[in-house]
């Protein structure tokens, strides 16, 4: 059970380029989420998903676009990277519950560094 | 605003020593709670949860938190510590009332064992 993967674990980027990164999970988790993770400031939250085709955002969504067409799948655009976009990523997932109580399973993360 | 707080952002206990770290949460009705842990360049997993019920729980790897509503902490414990729980920490918090009942993130706790 391969639970929640990303692709890819490491990508370097120039400033301006643009990437996407994605999220698979195959738990039939119907909701998601992106956040990243820089040292001293824990985990933001930048995009979550409640279902398939639905979006919202979170703390940080500036600069970054999500998409959730299909339930499994939940990907994070970068449009025009910047350096304050280096980071790490990390896509999670729960199954819908009332009240929040569901634990999240996370990815093992893309880490992403934008000369 | 609802927060959570985590005291000391680094500690170091020697092996086979008690392991505690610490988390505070504001809020007025009872939230959920999890510990969540980060092995290095790995995602985050779940410890354990506290929902309702047993105010003691007990979680993977041996260890355990306390829900104390009247010092709204939730404590995590471990009564020996062993070098393979050196890794981040981080305490979790949903809410109990209100209409954005979003996962609350502590900044983590980095524990290092020492032999």
């Known amino acids: 059970n391969a639970g929640v993967t990303q692709t890819p674990k490491f990508r370097v980027l120039k400033t301006g380029q643009s990437m996407t990164l994605l999220c698979a999970q195959d738990m039939n988790h119907e909701y998601m989420y992106w956040y990243r993770q820089d040292p001293g400031m824990g985990l933001r939250l930048i995009h979550y998903?409640?279902?398939?085709?639905?979006?919202a955002k979170g703390e940080v969504p500036d600069g970054y676009n999500v998409s959730r067409l299909k339930k499994q799948n939940f990907l994070l655009g970068l449009e025009s990277a910047a350096p304050s976009q280096t980071s790490v990523y990390f896509c999670?997932?729960?199954?819908?519950?009332?009240?929040?109580?569901?634990?999240?399973?996370f990815g093992n993360g893309t880490r992403l560094t934008v000369t | 605003a609802q927060s959570v707080t985590q005291l000391g952002s680094h500690v170091s206990v020697s092996e086979g020593a008690l392991v505690l770290l610490r988390c505070n949460y504001s809020?007025?009705?009872?939230?959920?709670l999890f510990w969540y842990v980060q092995y290095p360049n790995q995602g985050l997993q779940l410890l354990l949860k506290?929902?309702?019920?047993a105010t003691l729980v007990k979680g993977i790897n041996g260890f355990e938190a306390e829900f104390k509503k009247s010092e709204t902490s939730f404590h995590l414990t471990k009564p020996s510590a062993h070098m393979s729980d050196a890794a981040e920490y981080f305490c979790?918090?949903?809410?109990?009332?209100?209409?954005?009942?979003?996962?609350?993130w502590g900044l983590g706790t980095s524990l290092a064992v020492n032999p």
């Open positions: 999670a997932s729960t199954v819908r519950a009332a009240g929040g109580n569901s634990p999240l399973h």
């Open positions: 979790a918090v949903v809410p109990g009332s209100g209409n954005n009942r979003k996962l609350i």
């Open positions: 998903s409640v279902g398939e085709g639905t979006t």
């Open positions: 809020s007025s009705v009872p939230p959920y």
């Open positions: 506290y929902t309702t019920g």
